[in-house]
C-alpha cells in the first residue's frame, strides 16, 4: 500500500513537470511576443534567430523559401543592416495550436544600401502579418509574411 502511495505521488509530480514543460499556444504567443519586444529594446536580432530551429524555413523572404537558420539569419541581418531603426509595432496577436499568427506595423528609415538599392534616408511604415510555426521543442521551424512589398517601396525609393 505504502508503494502504491508512493507511486502515485511519483506519477502525480511527473505529470505536473511534463504539463509545466509542454509547449502550449499561451507560451508561443509569449515567446513570440518578448522577442519583438526585445529586438525593438536592442535592435539585434540574435536572441529572434535563436528562437528559430536549425532546420527553419522562411515562405516571406522571396519567391523561393529561404531554409536553414544561418540563411535567414544572413538575410534578416541585411535587412536590418540597411534599416537601422527598423520597429515592429504588435497590433494583436493569437495562438492556436503549434501556430501564432502576429499582426504588425513595420516602419524604419532606409539609410543602408540594401540588395542593390542605394539608400535614400525616407521613411516606410506599413502593416505585416507574420505567422510562426513551432515545433515540440519551442523553437519555430516555419514563417510567413503577409505584406504589400509595394507598399514600402513606394514610401522609401526617390521618385524621378
Given amino acids: ?12 509530480f511527473s505529470f505536473l513537470t511534463i504539463g509545466i514543460q509542454a509547449q502550449t499556444p499561451a507560451k508561443n504567443k509569449a ?10 529594446q ?4 540574435k536572441e529572434w534567430i535563436d528562437l528559430l530551429a536549425d532546420d527553419y524555413i522562411d515562405y516571406s523572404m522571396g519567391p523561393e523559401p529561404v531554409k536553414g537558420k544561418t540563411a535567414v539569419g544572413e538575410n534578416a ?14 497590433l494583436r496577436a493569437v495562438a492556436e495550436g503549434n501556430m501564432v499568427w502576429v499582426e504588425l506595423e513595420m516602419s524604419g528609415t532606409f539609410k543602408n544600401d540594401f540588395m542593390g538599392m542605394k539608400a535614400t534616408n525616407k521613411s516606410f511604415s506599413f502593416k ?3 505567422i510562426y510555426e513551432f515545433d515540440d521543442t519551442g523553437k519555430i521551424k516555419a514563417g510567413w509574411g503577409v505584406q504589400d512589398p509595394m507598399v514600402m517601396m513606394s514610401q522609401i525609393m526617390e521618385v524621378k
Fill in 1 to 12: 500500500m505504502r508503494t502504491l502511495k508512493i507511486l502515485s505521488i511519483i506519477l502525480f
Fill in 31 to 40: 515567446v513570440v511576443l518578448k522577442a519583438y519586444e526585445k529586438y525593438n
Fill in 42 to 45: 536592442s535592435h539585434d536580432l
Fill in 77 to 90: 541581418n541585411q535587412f536590418v543592416a540597411a534599416f537601422p531603426d527598423l520597429n515592429w509595432k504588435v
Fill in 128 to 130: 505585416d502579418v507574420n
